[in-house]
């Protein structure tokens, strides 16, 4: 099953690192937090990615087609006037990673519209390219199977600016709302499966897919909500950069669930 990441925007409430690269290509542990997404439903065994550029989509574009090298042993001959490349042992992840150009000021709702053609005609998971979460994807497609709707996201209870649900007994959602700072009510975290009638929901470029569709969503009663108890963390400032940082430093990063050796990091946050 595809995974659609949007990882198009400006990032601009970190803009210490995003006025040089994407958000989602700013490194936790050494790797951009973007690969750390994506290593999360891999170890599901989902390995099939479509990225919704934008911003310096130029950038993601570039590491992607640098990354087998990156991560390979090369002999380089250049004996006897030769240019020649050995590839001995690589270490990559059996990915397909599609990388879009969805336009620099395009939307969220349009960035997904526009990678239309690249999903098909079918169920694909969707998230945001700036947030870790160490929910078990494939109880969450179960779940999203369960229902029959054509969306379900994944919320959680943080006291942070997110789109607030308001959910039923049996789970449906029955509101979606902005955020204010005092509210305790569970927020969208993003980590979502879209049956492919979603698009019928996007229109064009300047398309939010929080607010018209997800509320349109709402209102049909086909929006679904996947209660997450456990961790979740987004990634809008340094302060929230230098914590998962830490994490990954101490070995106690809930959404890891891989092998990987993670560099010693500085504490960002003195």
């Not at 006025?19 to 690969?35: A, C, D, Q, R, Y």
């Not at 390979?72 to 059996?94: A, I, Q, W, Y």
């Not at 969306?151 to 509101?175: H, R, W, Y």
Request: aromatic share 12%.
């Amino acid at each position: 099953m595809k995974v659609v990441l949007l990882a198009g925007g400006f990032g601009s409430r970190i803009s210490e690192e995003s006025v040089f690269k994407p958000k989602p290509m700013i490194e936790i542990g050494g790797m951009p937090i973007l690969w750390h997404i994506m290593k999360e439903y891999a170890y599901y065994g989902h390995n099939e990615f479509i990225i919704c550029a934008g911003y310096k989509q130029e950038y993601i574009k570039e590491w992607f087609a640098n990354y087998f090298l990156h991560n390979s042993d090369v002999s380089f001959d250049f004996r006897d006037g030769k240019n020649e490349m050995t590839v001995h042992h690589s270490h990559l992840e059996p990915w397909k990673v599609t990388v879009v150009d969805t336009g620099y000021n395009t939307m969220t709702g349009g960035r997904i519209k526009r990678i239309q053609e690249y999903v098909g005609n079918e169920p694909f998971f969707m998230t945001y390219g700036d947030g870790v979460c160490d929910v078990d994807i494939n109880k969450l497609l179960e779940f999203h199977e369960s229902h029959g709707k054509i969306a379900t996201l994944t919320a959680v209870k943080l006291a942070q600016d997110k789109g607030v649900l308001e959910i039923s007994g049996n789970q449906a959602v029955k509101a979606f709302r902005e955020k204010n700072a005092n509210d305790g009510a569970p927020i969208n975290a993003g980590y979502m499966v879209l049956q492919p009638e979603i698009f019928d929901y996007l229109t064009d470029d300047t398309c939010v897919f929080e607010q018209g569709p997800l509320r349109q969503l709402v209102e049909e009663g086909q929006l679904m909500s996947y209660i997450h108890t456990g961790f979740w963390q987004c990634m809008d400032n340094i302060r929230e950069k230098a914590m998962l940082e830490k994490l990954l430093e101490n070995n106690k990063a809930p959404w890891k669930k891989w092998d990987r050796v993670i560099p010693n990091i500085p504490d960002y946050s003195k």
